[in-house]
């Protein structure tokens, strides 16, 4: 006979409200909290925990998945895209999820399999989109039909404080999507120049107070993720609040694109990419700000004039009015498309 599942008492939190992030954030165990997570949806919000993927229908137009054919998701996050084009890809169809993180990546593969997508149609692999040629070559493709990159980080990873991206959730100041690798946004910031962070905060988020933070924040030492907001609100304490808000939101992006050279893997990307795909085969590029719009524009406009694209989107397309009411995070979505010829 099966063990009986123990009974647990609900938490009971040492003050009036609960503090720690697992009793606050209900929607991380959707499982247990149904009505928590459609009130939070309900509400225009993404649940903590869950990632809501964007303009899936426009991406499904553009990339036009067919049964058989060969996909790579470049950035699979929480799989939400991957799973739109593996219910089309079907049958004699694979995809490829690619994806930095490897705490998520797991997760995701094995979200996935409990969906019913097994080894033959869909595999995952830990790396960097830049590597993308070598993924296909390993695997003995010289080419993909559609490939997908939707960049920047995820809302799991965004929700999880203990990965320091949250601006508002006290966590270790680190903003590596693969934490193995290299140093973490606090180690960054103490060993960075006045001037290599103000160049940074320019290029990387367009923020206008770049040089007063820069010379106030390099060369500190910050453990949190709080500590970091709270050290830009009070050099920035003349501006107002709204201001406020924003500019933390630029530093923490600017700092999270430094730390993992996010520019270099695009720029490598954006040249392999046209040597990935199939004849005739198609790429869809979901970007959410101008420092990474402006590559992906230039790449394509440069490989369609050398022949290499077929076509390429004309402007770019934007999320519909009601999806971006919806999910608030689809707002500065731009996505970018073209045909290999
Ligand atoms: C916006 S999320 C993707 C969400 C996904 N489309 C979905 O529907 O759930 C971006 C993902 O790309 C990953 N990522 C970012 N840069 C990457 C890179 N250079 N190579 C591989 N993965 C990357 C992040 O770790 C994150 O999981």
């Known amino acids: 006979m099966d063990d009986p599942v123990p009974h647990r008492r609900r938490p009971r939190y040492p003050g009036k409200n609960p503090r720690r992030f697992e009793h606050k954030y209900k929607e991380l165990d959707p499982a247990s909290h149904p009505e928590t997570v459609a009130k939070v949806i309900a509400a225009g919000k993404t649940p903590a925990g869950s990632h809501v993927p964007i303009m899936v229908r426009e991406i499904l137009e553009v990339l036009q998945p067919q049964p058989g054919g060969i996909a790579v998701d470049c950035t699979l996050g929480h799989g939400g895209h991957a799973r739109a084009l593996l219910e089309r890809l079907s049958p004699g169809g694979h995809l490829f999820g690619l994806d930095v993180d ?14 019913g997508f097994g080894p033959d149609v869909f595999t995952t692999h830990q790396g960097n989109f830049a ?6 070559a390993a695997h003995g493709h ?3 039909d559609l490939i997908l990159a939707d960049l920047g980080v995820s809302s799991m990873q965004l929700d999880q404080p203990a990965r320091g991206f ?10 590596r999507m693969n934490p193995a690798r290299g140093a973490t946004a606090s180690q960054w910031l103490e060993k960075v120049s006045p001037q290599k962070l103000a160049a940074v905060l320019t290029d990387h ?5 770049a040089a007063g933070l820069a010379d106030a924040l390099a060369g500190e030492s910050f453990a949190l993720t709080t500590d970091l907001a709270t050290a830009i609100r009070g050099t920035l304490r003349d501006r107002p609040p709204d201001e ?8 923490f992006q ?16 954006l040249r392999v990419l046209p040597s990935c795909l199939n004849p005739g085969g198609r790429v869809a590029l979901l970007t959410f700000h101008s420092g990474e719009d402006r590559r992906v524009k230039h790449a394509f406009r440069t490989a369609h004039q050398a022949g ?17 009411r919806a999910n608030p995070r689809s707002t500065s979505a731009k996505l970018r498309w073209a045909v290999r010829a």
């Open 254 to 269: 600017a700092l999270r694109i430094a730390v993992n050279d996010e520019f270099s893997a695009l720029d490598a990307f």
């Open 131 to 136: 590597g993308l040629s070598s993924v296909l």
């Open 102 to 115: 490897p705490l998520e990546r797991p997760r995701t593969e094995a979200l996935l399999r409990r969906t």
């Open 308 to 324: 290499l694209y077929r076509e390429i989107a004309r402007d770019v397309v934007r999320p519909s009015a009601e999806e971006r």
């Open 166 to 175: 949250s601006t508002k959730l006290a966590g270790p100041l680190d903003m």
């Open 142 to 144: 010289s080419g993909a």
């Open 205 to 209: 988020a367009d923020e206008p107070h």
């Open 244 to 251: 406020l808000d924003l500019s933390v939101r630029r530093v």
